[in-house]
C-alpha cells in the first residue's frame, strides 16, 4: 500500500461509546496529524506528532485522545463523543522540516455521533 | 498568525469553460501556499504549491496558481475545465519555521454540462 491509509471509513457511534480511528502511512514520513473537518468550516488541527513525540494540541477536548505508537501509526481514541463532535476526520502524514514536503491525507473517517 | 480567506463558496462553470477561484492570504513574511482538492468522500489531494522562484507555479490535472505578493493572493486557474473537476477546493498557507498549515473554508465547483 501506499500513501495514508485511514480505517474505518465510516463510524457511528453513541455517547457513552468508546471507539478509535486508525491511520497508517507508508511514506517514511516524520510527522503525523489529526484534522477536524466540518461543513463549510476551514480545517481545523487538532494534534501534530513530530518523531511521535506530540508538539500540538489546539485545545482539544479530553474525549478526544490520541496516540502515536511510532511514525507510521496513529491513533485518535474517542470516548463519551458529543453530537457536535459528528464530522470527517482526516489523518496527514508529512516529512517535517523539509522542504517541498506538503500534508498527504487520507480519505479520512465520517464519524456521526448519535 | 497566518490565515486564508476563500471569497467564494460556491462556483458553477460550464464545461469546457475557464475557472478561476481565489484565494487571499494573511501572513507576515513569505507564505509557503498550497492548492488541494477534495472529491466527494476523499481526501485532499495536493494540486500544487509556491514556495518561492517563478510565481506562476504549474500543478496536476492542468491547473496552474499565480502567486502576487503586493496582493496577498494565489490564485487558482484552469483554461478549460471537465465534469471531474467537480469538487471542493482548499487554498492553504504555512511559514517555512512552522509545520502547521491554515486552510481557507473551501469553494464548491459545480461544472454544468
Known amino acids: 500500500e501506499t500513501g495514508v491509509t485511514q480505517t474505518p471509513r465510516h463510524l457511528v457511534m453513541g455517547m457513552t461509546n468508546k471507539k478509535s480511528l486508525k491511520c497508517e502511512q507508508h511514506?517514511?514520513?516524520?510527522?503525523m496529524y489529526w484534522y477536524k473537518q466540518s461543513a463549510k468550516k476551514p480545517l481545523e488541527l487538532m494534534f501534530v506528532?513530530?518523531?511521535?513525540?506530540?508538539?500540538e494540541n489546539n485545545s482539544v477536548p479530553s474525549r478526544f485522545s490520541p496516540e502515536c505508537p511510532n511514525s507510521s501509526h496513529l491513533f485518535l481514541h474517542l470516548h463519551t463523543l458529543q453530537p457536535e463532535d459528528s464530522a470527517l476526520y482526516l489523518c496527514?502524514?508529512?516529512?517535517?522540516?523539509?522542504?517541498?514536503?506538503?500534508?498527504?491525507f487520507g480519505n479520512g473517517t465520517r464519524l456521526t455521533v448519535t | 498568525a497566518q490565515s486564508v480567506t476563500q471569497p467564494d463558496i460556491h462556483i458553477t462553470v460550464s464545461e469546457g469553460a475557464s475557472l478561476e477561484l481565489r484565494c487571499n492570504y494573511s501572513?507576515?513574511?513569505?507564505?509557503?501556499l498550497f492548492w488541494y482538492v477534495q472529491s466527494p468522500g476523499q481526501g485532499l489531494q495536493l494540486l500544487l504549491k509556491?514556495?518561492?522562484?517563478?510565481?506562476l507555479v504549474q500543478g496536476i490535472k492542468g491547473f496552474e496558481a499565480e502567486f502576487k505578493r503586493s496582493q496577498s493572493s494565489f490564485n487558482l486557474r484552469k483554461p478549460s475545465v471537465h465534469w471531474s473537476d467537480a469538487a471542493e477546493y482548499f487554498c492553504?498557507?504555512?511559514?517555512?519555521?512552522?509545520?502547521?498549515?491554515?486552510f481557507g473554508a473551501g469553494t464548491t465547483v459545480t461544472v454544468r454540462a
Open positions: 496527514a502524514s508529512s516529512q517535517i522540516w523539509t522542504e517541498n514536503s506538503p500534508l498527504h
Open positions: 511514506l517514511g514520513h516524520n510527522a
Open positions: 506528532y513530530n518523531f511521535k513525540e506530540q508538539t
Open positions: 501572513y507576515g513574511a513569505t507564505p509557503y
Open positions: 509556491y514556495f518561492s522562484g517563478d510565481t
Open positions: 492553504a498557507v504555512g511559514a517555512s519555521n512552522d509545520y502547521k498549515l491554515s
